[in-house]
């Protein structure tokens, strides 16, 4: 076993303290004692309630309502219910100072004002004063009550203070992680903080350190990995590691470019904001991957930090990375400075792309083997040249040893050594300080819910469309912030209306329907592929708009010139199977080939033209050829304009649609 | 009937084998926090993979394991020596690389933890640099020894033994 927590909470001493060790059993036992107190009398007496300056404050506060203040609720993360009560959405029963903290505001106020005063001599081994454990509530309410320390017991949180002496905060950052090579399901990013401290500069970024909320997963099995995820069965926690941990994980190991954030803070609310992060060490949330996620965290996290921000609230159906980024962005003077880190891959294309046809044809032959060092075409290079071929190769190397599976401890190096030595041997640095943006910031990306509407005519009638899906990008849309040529639909639906029948009709719902196509080179030699499942029309048969359940996978190659070019071109092999009662033998399964060309004229136009021949021995044998044609126009970031003309074998459709992102 | 149940065991192989073919090349990680992480299924955990390259066996291991704890009363110098140990670790082979060719943002890092003031970075890189192949001697050569053999180079340079104040201890 890997010390895989060790290395999560690699900062210091445990950052999170552990407060009461309480059990659920016992927490429900006194819940229910609490409940029969409250119908028959005390049971017991809290030795706090005797104390006549902490009921003072308890009068004052509800006196002021502080229970309702917005600064109360977002600390202990409450939201509103269905039924007009709160509930708040954090899940582990040590972050709430009352039995009923968990859905009683004012019972949390009065509990955590009292338990302020509790004795520290009262304190077991190893436990926390209430004064430390709930930090940034002790804060708010001596700011808003003006209470006076001298009259509460002292206790000494030297653990707090030392946590904050060494993060030393300074500002913070907020961290979005773009997508990766061949995977548009990465498209989703990831969001974290970074807190950054005194006398770091740009040159020491990477020793600063990172807060992280994830997920921790307990099983291996996709089924219930799906399941727990999306009804919140997992256990989401805040964590604090070096940022140098993740930008190994993000920008070397999955070569995804990371956008900085660094967030407009007063020193007062990054105060607020680590008190904050302190209290959330020492408890969990229900983590869903759709609504509470990473990236909604992120959001209540500096809600606290700043309530006079309303981040968390306007989210529809699903909180997405790109989007939370987005609402930062949005917030006037927020955002202070946006920097962007290159991920492995990019860097090393920065430097192919200085190269020459004939460096670039040395690199390749570096990747294909390491001893064409020692041979002509590249010894006959000046010492320039060889520099940037190397630091080139050296991007690879490191990207695909960090890669391998397994670790020699005998060989910790994973790059090769002569390579390094002749890199050294050079005694050359290059200065190349420019940077290319591979990737767009995700606040310049289209929103990731798509409506359409649309209107049509096919051989026989003019029909009606209107679409949609809650994620997150389709191939045709305008790809500034996504990954190009690629698509990523989750819950696509789409139906009709037919005027000449008037029937309305499912035309399609895909569960899921994905595209990867990136362009094959010498480097990386990744293929290109496709998935999608769903319910599909069947429109090769004469059966009245008929809808079948349909699977189809495509496996194939994509040539670009260069990254640059407009245009690129594609072919795949494909399998499908389709079931449905309107088949002979209910269904068919066969596959075929597919292949195209798609071409943009700058960000805001695009065109695919592609073809389709499929052919199905099993079940109800059939064959059809089908061809498509497509152009998009975006008018603006957010809304574009399709017209669509698809032939499938005989028969002929065209569409017009207003497509609309939010 | 039979067929019908015929055709829906091709779709689910379908499905079933290319969610195999996704799920195979190498570096998938956490795809975020979306549904994409969703369809993707457990992912190799970052943190694990990093422990798989870092060289946590033998002395660095024990390091890793009580970074988290006994240095809570160490005193500040032990703490700063284990805090470059685990950055060299971590950062192997980034480090490295930037070593070889003179200078990088690691490296700068790297520097700061020894000390050193940001106009001798580069000077930092340059020896780095110039002794590689005494600093990093082989594909055996650890993080912990690397940063061993560095600070003897440093301590050995005429200015950065008196800029990078950190070495000594």
């Known amino acids: 076993m890997y010390p895989r927590d060790a290395l999560i909470s690699l900062f210091s001493c445990p950052p999170f303290p552990k407060t009461s060790t309480l059990r659920y059993p016992i927490r429900i036992i006194i819940s229910f004692l609490t409940l029969v107190s409250l119908l028959c009398g005390p049971l017991w007496a809290q030795p706090s309630e005797t104390n006549p300056y902490a009921e003072q404050l308890v009068q004052q506060a509800l006196k002021k309502q502080l229970d309702q203040k917005r600064q109360w609720l977002l600390l202990i ?51 926390e004063h209430p ?13 808003e009550l003006s209470i006076d320390p001298g009259q509460l017991p002292n206790a000494e949180c030297s653990r707090l203070t030392k946590w904050l002496t060494q993060l030393e905060p300074q500002s ?26 005194k006398g770091k500069t740009n040159h020491t970024q990477l020793s600063n350190y990172g807060v992280n909320y994830a997920a921790t ?132 294309e920065r430097k192919t792309d200085q190269m020459k046809d004939a460096e670039k044809d040395i690199l390749y032959d570096l990747v294909e083997n390491t001893d064409a060092i020692k041979e002509d075409p590249y010894q006959q290079l000046n010492t320039p040249q060889k520099a940037l071929v190397l630091d080139a190769y050296l991007d690879y190397l490191e990207y695909k040893g960090l890669g391998k599976e397994g670790f020699d401890p005998k060989k910790p190096l994973r790059i090769p050594h002569a390579i390094l030595l002749e890199r050294s041997k050079l005694k050359y640095k290059r200065q190349d300080t420019e940077v290319t943006q ?71 719902f895909r569960l899921l329907d994905i595209i990867s196509l990136t362009p094959y080179e010498p480097i990386f030699k990744k293929p290109s592929w496709k998935i999608n499942l769903g319910v599909d029309t069947i429109r090769d048969l004469d059966c009245d708009y008929c809808n079948s359940f349909k699977g189809n996978i495509g496996y194939g190659y994509t040539y670009k010139p260069n990254h640059r070019s407009p245009y690129i071109l594609f072919v795949m092999a494909e399998l499908e199977a389709e079931a449905s009662d309107k088949l002979e033998d209910d269904h068919r399964a066969g596959g075929g080939v597919s292949g195209g060309l798609f071409i943009n004229f700058g960000e805001n136009w695009k065109l695919q ?29 957010d809304v574009d304009l399709r017209l669509e003309y698809q032939r499938f074998d005989q028969k002929d459709q065209g569409l017009f649609s207003i497509n609309l992102f939010f | 009937m039979k067929k019908y149940l015929i055709g829906s065991a091709i779709l689910f192989t379908l499905v079933a084998f290319s969610g195999m073919a996704i799920a195979h090349p190498a570096g998938y990680g956490d795809a975020g926090c979306g549904p994409g992480s969703l369809v993707f299924g457990k992912k190799r955990d970052g943190a694990q993979l990093l422990a798989a390259m870092m060289d946590i066996y033998g002395t660095s291991h024990s390091t890793a394991i009580t970074f988290g704890t006994s240095n809570c009363g ?82 050995g340079h005429a200015l950065l033994s008196k800029t990078c104040t950190g070495v000594i201890g």
């Open chain 1, 438 to 508: 591979f990737s767009a910031p995700p606040e310049t990306a289209h929103g990731t819910d798509q409506l359409r509407l649309g209107v049509g005519v096919n051989d026989n009638e003019v029909f009606q469309e209107i679409a949609y899906h809650p994620t997150l990008h389709d191939i045709m849309a305008r790809e500034v912030g996504y990954k190009e040529d690629s698509q990523f639909l989750f819950l696509d639906i789409v139906a009709r209306y037919y005027y000449e029948s008037k029937k309305y009709r499912l035309e399609r």
């Open chain 1, 131 to 143: 004064q430390c454990n709930f930090a940034a509530r002790y804060k708010w309410l001596k700011r």
């Open chain 1, 217 to 348: 997963t307990d099983t291996q099995s996709m089924l219930l990995y799906v399941f727990k995820g999306l009804f919140g069965y997992f256990k989401g926690t805040f964590s604090v590691f070096p940022y140098y941990l993740k930008v190994q994980e993000y920008s070397n190991m999955e070569s995804r470019d990371l956008w900085e954030y660094q967030l407009n803070f007063t020193p007062d609310q990054i105060d607020t904001l680590m008190l904050h992060i302190w209290e959330l060490g020492a408890t969990h949330f229900d983590y869903y991957y759709f609504q509470e996620n990473c990236s909604y965290h992120m959001l209540t996290v500096l809600e606290v930090a700043n309530p006079d921000l309303e981040l968390s609230d306007d989210f529809f159906i699903s909180v997405q990375p790109v989007d939370t980024v987005k609402i930062l962005t949005e917030q006037e003077g927020l955002i202070s400075k946006i920097t962007y880190r290159p991920a492995i891959l990019s860097r090393m």
């Open chain 1, 172 to 197: 913070v950052t907020l961290i979005f992680s773009s997508f990766y090579m061949n995977n548009p399901a990465s498209m989703f990013g990831h969001t974290f903080l970074r807190i950054d401290s």
């Open chain 1, 609 to 637: 033209l592609s073809a389709e021949y499929k052919r199905f021995p099993l079940g109800n044998t059939s064959e059809y050829v089908r061809y498509d044609s497509k152009l998009r126009f975006s008018p603006a970031k």
């Open chain 1, 77 to 127: 993360h409450y939201k509103e219910t269905w039924l007009g009560g709160y509930e708040s959405e954090a899940d582990g029963m040590d972050f709430f100072n009352s039995p009923d903290g968990k859905t009683d505001p004012k019972a949390e106020l009065i509990a955590t004002i009292r338990n302020f005063f509790k004795d520290p001599e009262s304190l077991k081994p190893k436990e």
């Open chain 2, 74 to 155: 160490a005193d500040k110098l032990s703490r700063k020596r284990q805090e470059r140990e685990t950055f060299a670790s971590i950062n192997y082979n980034s480090l490295v690389k930037e070593m070889a060719a003179g200078k990088g943002e690691n490296l700068d890092s790297l520097a700061s933890m020894y000390g050193c003031s940001q106009d001798s970075y580069g000077d930092f890189g340059s020896i780095a640099q110039e002794n590689f192949g005494t600093i990093v001697k082989d594909e055996s050569t650890s993080s912990k020894e690397m940063l061993g053999s560095l600070e003897q180079q440093i301590s």
